[in-house]
């Protein structure tokens, strides 16, 4: 098998409706907030160029699109996810609750190889508001009790934390490689828009 | 939890198969307010992919669509040992340890290759969905001469390459594709014309080609039998000319972690543009009035201004509109763990591989499709066979029996395990003459691409929205103006230098990529 090193790192935001995913990576991505919640129309993925250990990497974001809402994410959108962030709302304890279903979830449907050190990062969002609910205490055991999982609160609105959590997502995103996980599996296969997949010599039956 | 669903949509769509999944997003992409639910609670329907345990467990409960599911497990238990070369590992698998690898698997109900400029591939392009979707170049396009699998040359280089032709086999080979290349072209060529009305084979036999490169040219390239007209071979054999040399080394592609993925890549560009999901919901009944369809699902009444449905997810109160489910598809489905052919064809772990197939007979074709763990769909060291022929009964191992005993011995050791079922449909003929104004998709079809699917879906989108484009470009996120951002960054003039010159590529590149309305 070919050990072709990633560039591209596949990072999953997922929780609860409204609990600030969309926000988040807007905050990140193009440094926005919005407060007109829309139950994410036209949020799909957004990509940024970062900087880990001397690296630059690719680091492609991809949004649930909405289709969390009715618990009818399909497999399709795990595939090949090298991180997942789980996002849950300060103020909504159920949202809270429900982390352990999205992390059970993502384990089911991933099926990553190392599931106990697959790479998550739990975001406690919306910290500005004053109607908290789900004390960092209290999240921070849960992150302990799940293999350490790091924990940011963060506030999209205000920016606060978003850039550090963001950066420890994709520090551990790669990391995994360190350990020889982030390994190609499928080192030929091809995204059919990108140019470069074409050969360069046309090697073909236009006799 | 609360069921907040609204209730009021301009388009409803049943199920979450290939065709269905195509309107839902053609219908979001143009504005339209989609609510896009299925009675399973996995995707795609009669089009999607199973875990090993999951597909047992659809075999075990016959439905409308999917039935006469029947599975074994064979002398799975049997110890290799590892007497075959020492660095070689050899495992040996149980059934215990292929169920433990259960979610590796990707087993697919409706498999089948896009060619690489075939429609699907050009629709996934021409609608940016791409972007959502990955896939293996299969290796080798095979067929079956003498007993053997052998590999079809597909480029230049294989044709000098191989060592499955003569030297004089591969001038007569290298001819013959470049007239058929040509053909067309030059109208008046008095050559190809009298041919016009005869049969493919009587064509090719006037070429005086070896039987070799005539069984090449007719089971592979122009997949045809001795029926075949003329005009049919020449354009199935252009086709997959016209393929070649794009993506990897032969002409089709296979979408990593099997077809299933696809119709989840549409469901996404809906999603994507404000269309909401549902699984596990179920319908009820559908009422309708002069204005209105009245979807009961839930104890909610769901109202729309079009519905679209699968056969297989009418409630039963209307199915019998649309006549009964037949057999369309006899399946069958092996894992072994020995690639089929030689080394040659599965080089370094194994080869995701096509062949096409005629009975003994000539009469009637089956496909086959061999994927190893390159294509994601089943564990390193194991292979999926996907047999899949036309139904003429409701016996899918009898109507593949023929077939099968063409490409292996289903007792032999390596086989570990197999299964067959039949996929059914009603009538294309009893779905059209429904007296009601539900849009009832085809199911699917025999066809290698996804021609008859897209064309299915795109005639139905037609009918919704008259004058409507189906599924044009949808832009990429980074194009996508976020509010209060002044509209005019998007503007072509202002874009920086690298980013126009992309631009003007794409538009080039979706100019040429234009299919023929």
New interface residues.
Partial sequence: ?ATRKKSLLKVIILGDSSVGKTSLM?QYV?K?F?N?YKAT???????KEVVVNDRVVTMQIWDT???E????L????Y??ADCCVLVYDVTAPNSFKNLDSWRDEFL?QA?PRDPEHFPFVVLGNKVDLDNRQVSTRRAQQWCQSKNDIPYYETSAKEGINVEMAFQTIAKNALEQEAEAELIN??P??????S?N???SN?????? | MSDDLPEEFDLIVIGTGFAESCIAAAASRIGKNVLHIDSNDYYGDVWSSFSLEAFNKLLEQPSSSVRNGTYTWHNATEEHGQEQGQEQETTSWTRESLLEKSRRFSLDLSPRVAYCAGSLVQLLIKSNICRYAEFRSLDHVCMLYSKELVSVPCSRSDVFNTKTLTMVEKRLLMKFLTACNDYGEDKCNEDSLAFRGGTFLEYLQAQRVTEKISNCVMQAIAMCDASTSFETGMERTQRFLGSLGRYGNTPFLFPMYGCGELPQCFCRLCAVYGGIYCLKRSVEDINWTESELLVSSAGKTLRAKHLVSAPSQLPATLATHFGDPEPRLSRGLFITSKPLGSEELNKGGGGVNFLRLLTTSGEREACLIQLSHYSGACPEGLYILHLTTPAVSSNPAGDLADFVAQLFDPNASEILYSAYFTIAAPAAESIANAATPIYCTAGPVYEQDYDAAIENARHIFSQLYENEEFLPRAPDPEEIVVDGEDPSALNEHSLPEDLRAQLQDLEQAAQQMDIAE
């Fill in positions: 098998m807007n193009n926005r919005s007109q129309i036209g949020a799909d993925f957004c990509t699109a909405g289709q809402r009715f618990q009818s399909g497999v399709a959108f595939r090949g089911i099926s599996d499928f030929d296969q091809l995204r059919l828009n140019e997949n074409r050969p046309a090697d073909n039956c236009q006799c």
